[in-house]
């Protein structure tokens, strides 16, 4: 198994830029949470889809960030306009459902830069 | 409201020595607690997670133990080695019986060939 897949590794763009970012979860997998990891605020979860519904977006900062999970094997993160404080690695993590037992797995995540 | 902490938050040791992390919550009503370890730009590896009713949890020479009424989980790693540098965090679900996770501050652990 390849593991949570996310796109692109790095990416570094300028103030107002739309940003996108992928990932494909764990073929089987039905629930997928996308993370920021920042060094002021640590790792924060922004939102969460079971089987491709979002479920929780409370923690998504403000309108400029949209997720969306088309499909079971793939989802979005975008930012629209992106601006420098967006700056932080961003993780998306699957698990095989949204029980507290399920165990996530994450992603190896996507540094974002935004100048 | 959970809020979940790590001490200490940087640890340097010389190779060999047995070594213990730290996670304190402050909700006890958690029904399971996970151990992750990160490597540098790199993403997040669960380690061990501990049921609610469990007390320890044992892999290698990891070693987590729980304690819900204190608050209180540790990380054992036991023999450290160089390969064991990282930053440990722990994460234990909030928000109801969903496995959204609440993670620790982490501590960046160095081990000293």
């Known amino acids: 198994d390849a593991g949570v897949i996310q796109s692109p590794r790095h990416e570094v763009t300028e103030m107002g830029q739309e940003v996108t970012l992928r990932c494909k979860p764990i073929?089987?997998?039905?629930?997928l949470f996308w993370y920021r990891q920042t060094m002021m605020r640590g790792l924060e979860l922004l939102i969460y889809?079971?089987?491709?519904?979002?479920?929780?977006d409370s923690g998504m900062p403000e309108d400029r960030f949209s997720a969306k999970m088309p499909n079971a094997s793939f989802s979005t993160l975008k930012i629209q306009p992106s601006e420098p404080r967006d700056s932080a690695v961003y993780f998306c993590?699957?698990?095989?459902?949204?029980?507290?037992?399920?165990?996530?797995?994450f992603g190896p995540g996507t540094r974002l830069t935004v100048l | 409201k959970q809020e979940v902490t790590q001490i200490p938050a940087a640890l340097s040791v010389p190779e060999g020595e047995n070594l213990v992390l730290n996670c304190s919550f402050t909700d006890s009503a958690i029904y399971n607690l996970q151990w992750f370890r990160q490597d540098p730009g790199k993403g997040l590896t669960s380690l061990l997670l501990?049921?609610?009713?469990?007390r320890e949890q044992t892999s290698g020479r990891l070693n987590a133990s729980l304690d819900k009424s204190s608050g209180r989980s540790t990380l054992y790693i036991a023999a450290s080695q160089p390969g064991d540098s990282a930053t440990y965090l722990c994460?234990?679900?909030?928000?109801?019986?969903?496995?959204?996770?609440?993670f620790g501050t982490g501590t960046l652990l160095a081990v000293q060939p």
């Open positions: 073929s089987g997998h039905n629930s």
């Open positions: 994460a234990v679900p909030y928000g109801g019986a969903t496995n959204k996770l609440i």
């Open positions: 889809f079971n089987n491709n519904v979002p479920i929780d």
């Open positions: 501990i049921q609610s009713s469990q």
């Open positions: 993590a699957s698990s095989s459902g949204i029980a507290s037992y399920n165990e996530q797995f």
